[in-house]
């Protein structure tokens, strides 16, 4: 059974630009999760959506936003991208509701320069 | 604001021996717990959870335990192997919050064979 796939694996950005990474979840899932984890710390939650709705919000500026598709997918864009945006971004999939655990994918390393 | 804290950002046990891996938290909603286990260049990966109903949660080599009245938990590997050498991060949400999931800043376990 194919896990949570993330796209792109890399990528190199300039600041300024903008950049959108894209999350499949297992099947089944219909609630998709976005974290941002930086060296040295752990994972912080950005976006949470189920059934295409958002969920929940993390404390992050508004260039970032995300959205959900009919297929549960998920794309997460940044805009106006600042060198400190550098980091893995990780999606996450779950059943969704309270006590359910989440299964993240291989994540996007993001490098702005 | 650091609700879910590992305090021992690395430890080294010898192969064969148990690894004891701490995590303290401070929100009191918290009732879903989780580790999470992470390679290099790879997504986390789910290990354990276990539920504010519970003090103790068993599979196999892995053991996670609950002290509420402490806001403690810990991971038990025995006995630990060098492949369980990674970064290990403890998780938290709340049933009111639990698009939110809190982690901690993550332990590096090395396993010496």
Known sequence: DAGVTQ??????????????????????????????????????????????EE???????????????????????????????????????SLGG????????????LTVV | DQQVKQNSPSLSVQEGRISILNCDYTNSMFDYFLWYKKYPAEGPTFLISISSIKDKNEDGRFTVFL??????????????????????????SDPFNNNDMRFGAGTRLTVKP
């Open chain 1, 7 to 52: 796209s792109p694996t890399h990528l190199i950005k300039t600041r300024g630009q903008q950049v959108t990474l894209r999350c499949s979840p297992i099947s089944g899932h219909k609630s998709v999760s976005w974290y941002q984890q930086v060296l040295g710390q752990g994972p912080q939650f950005i976006f949470q959506y189920y059934e295409k």
């Open chain 1, 98 to 109: 309270t006590g359910n655990t989440i299964y993240f994918g291989e994540g996007s390393w």
């Open chain 2, 67 to 92: 002290n509420k009245s402490a806001k403690h938990l810990s991971l038990h590997i025995v006995p630990s192997q060098p492949g369980d050498s990674a970064v290990y991060f403890c998780a938290a």
């Open chain 1, 55 to 93: 969920r929940g919000r993390g404390n992050f500026p508004d260039r970032f936003s995300a959205r959900q598709f009919p297929n549960y997918s998920s794309e997460l864009n940044v805009n106006a991208l600042l060198l400190g945006d550098s980091a893995l971004y990780l999606c996450a999939s």
